[in-house]
């Protein structure tokens, strides 16, 4: 595996529904972030994670639900979803210079997304 | 006003063609540029960092003017492999993404 994973890389649910996002990153990097991508919208960040711990969370309804177990896996977990959640949900991460500070961004390596429709 | 603006376009230009792409940001304290690529239903790749010097990768040319907040971006002797969604990326404590500028190259 290299890079960065997502699974599933399609998913479809009904608004009851409860589902996760997994994202593993083979980088070996310190830093992993949630973004969404709507269309014709730009990418808006969600969450960040830098050695674990969430470094931000840009005002996402708590419908959404992060999770970072190590360094190298991100969750992101759904309930009670709307049909405007439906989007491109994308994982990246980064080798941050300043773990922890959110100003010392470096290249992001994003995975292939999962492609979210809420009935 | 936007913190990144970038014309949607598409910008359609023939094979060989030069085009630029330009991206202003709002926030004077911005600390570092990027344009990332974007291919169809693909996820975003680092194209290239900028640099206040400016910097060249090959075809491409990446400039920043921080006094009039503008980042831009020119690509020389396009190829039908440059057609792709060009996004500036703008790192202001955190990173801030434009829409995208919708390059297609033509035969």
């Known amino acids: 595996e290299t890079g960065v994973t997502q699974t599933p890389r399609h998913l479809v649910m009904g608004m009851t529904n409860k589902k996760s996002l997994k994202c593993e990153q083979h980088?070996?990097?310190?830093?992993m972030y949630w973004y969404k991508q709507s269309a014709k919208k730009p990418l808006e960040l969600m969450f960040v994670?830098?050695?674990?711990?969430?470094?931000e969370n840009n005002s996402v309804p708590s419908r959404f639900s992060p999770e970072c177990p190590n360094s190298s896996h991100l969750f992101l977990h759904l309930h009670t979803l709307q049909p405007e959640d439906s989007a491109l949900y994308l994982c990246?991460?980064?080798?941050?210079?300043?773990?922890?500070?959110?100003?010392?961004?470096?290249?992001?390596?994003f995975g292939p997304g999962t492609r979210l429709t809420v009935l | 006003r936007k913190e990144v603006e970038q014309d949607p376009g598409p910008f359609n230009v023939p094979e060989g063609a030069t085009v630029a792409f330009n991206c202003t940001y709002s926030?004077?304290?911005?600390?570092?540029f990027f344009w990332y690529r974007q291919d169809c239903r693909k996820e975003p790749k680092l194209l290239m960092s900028?640099?206040?010097s400016g910097n060249e990768d090959g075809r491409f040319t990446a400039q920043l003017n921080r006094a009039s907040q503008y980042i831009s971006l020119l690509i020389r002797d396009s190829k039908l492999s440059d057609s792709a969604t060009y996004l500036c990326?703008?790192?202001?404590?955190?990173?801030?993404f434009g829409t995208g500028t919708r390059l297609q190259v033509f035969p």
């Open positions: 990246a991460s980064s080798q941050d210079r300043l773990a922890g500070q959110a100003s010392s961004y470096n290249e992001q390596f």
């Open positions: 980088l070996g990097h310190n830093a």
């Open positions: 994670y830098s050695l674990e711990e969430r470094v």
């Open positions: 926030n004077s304290a911005s600390q570092s």
């Open positions: 900028v640099y206040s």
């Open positions: 990326v703008v790192n202001t404590d955190k990173l801030i």
